[in-house]
């Protein structure tokens, strides 16, 4: 799995923040490791120069090899609260997502129709 780690002109790219993302993200996600080809993190100040909190925006994409993007996004008052929750976000569609397709995939081997969501 490939993470790649964007920010914008607002948020300090202190030296680190990539990799600790990365391997905050890594770990979150490691489950899905041989299912998900890439996740992009961006970071983001939402509220850069007004004095409203949380500030702070993190959106995550991650791609299933052969399936559409995935994307979520939470904000919070510091970077690490955002990615955090992004992270654990993306964790739960993933795992529905993939929960879902497995039932379909035993449903169709049952001869089964089962009803797509959404």
């Known amino acids: 799995m490939q993470i790649l780690v964007t920010t914008d002109h607002n948020v300090l790219g202190q030296e680190g923040l990539a990799s600790r993302v990365e391997q905050d993200v890594m770990n979150v996600l490691a489950r899905f490791a041989d299912d998900v080809t890439r996740v992009v993190v ?7 120069g007004k004095h409203k909190s949380p500030g702070k925006k993190c ?14 996004d939470h904000h919070g008052d510091s970077v690490k609260k955002s990615y955090d929750g992004a992270a654990r976000k993306l964790l739960r569609l993933l795992t529905s997502t993939t929960e879902r397709r497995k039932a379909h995939k035993r449903a169709a081997t049952r001869g089964v129709v089962v009803a797509e969501e959404g």
């Open 59 to 72: 959106v995550m994409e991650a791609r299933l090899a052969g399936r559409a993007p995935l994307a979520v």
């Open 42 to 48: 961006h970071l983001s100040d939402d509220l850069s």
